[in-house]
């Protein structure tokens, strides 16, 4: 019973996100234990902080999913974005590698990117955060830069990773910047 409430749970999440969770239905069918955890996922990685630091939170899971993986898991966290009404143009420049224009997105998304290469900017980049929005917005900023990247590695261990390929926004594919 929980292995068919499970995997109605992942296609309806697939169908919506028009996203191939195959993976999830893999490792469902093998453990229902191990679908459980994976479905739990979410709760750590979608905390979101405070309304106002919406785009933070967004630029950060990007940056961070971009990380690990260019392709179907960066289009499934911008089109969560998106349906959470984060600006179509922040998550453009920030897919172009052009961040430091991206307003809010922007500084979540090099944030993460600092976060995740433990650079000398990140004290700066988590002050500017705090003040502007809060202390939560730097814990969601942060919950979204370590979360980001759970998916792709999984995906990939599972062998279920996909090659680079550009992403769509609003109907127009944009080409994704490679980060180094």
């Not at 009404?85 to 453009?92: M, N, R, S, T």
């Amino acid at each position: 019973m929980i292995k068919h409430l499970l995997r109605m749970g992942i296609k309806k999440f697939s169908a919506r996100y028009s996203y191939d969770a195959s993976y999830m239905s893999h490792v469902v069918d093998h453990s229902t234990s191990a679908g459980l955890r994976l479905l739990a996922l979410p709760l750590y990685g979608q905390f979101r902080g405070p309304e106002k630091a919406l785009g933070i939170w967004a630029g950060a899971v990007v940056a961070s999913t971009m990380e690990g993986d260019c392709g179907p898991c960066v289009q499934l966290v911008v089109d969560m974005a998106l349906e959470a009404g984060v600006p179509a143009g922040q998550i453009e420049l920030c897919l172009q590698g052009r961040a430091a224009e991206a307003g809010q997105m922007g500084l979540g998304f090099r944030f993460a990117q600092a976060a995740i290469a433990d650079l000398p900017e990140l004290e700066a980049l988590r002050h500017e955060i705090e003040k502007g929005f809060g202390p939560e917005a730097v814990i969601a900023a942060s919950f979204a830069a370590s979360s980001g990247r759970v998916y792709p590695v999984l995906k990939r261990g599972l062998d279920y990773g996909h090659t680079c390929s550009r992403v769509s926004i609003e109907n127009r594919m944009i080409e994704v910047a490679h980060q180094t």
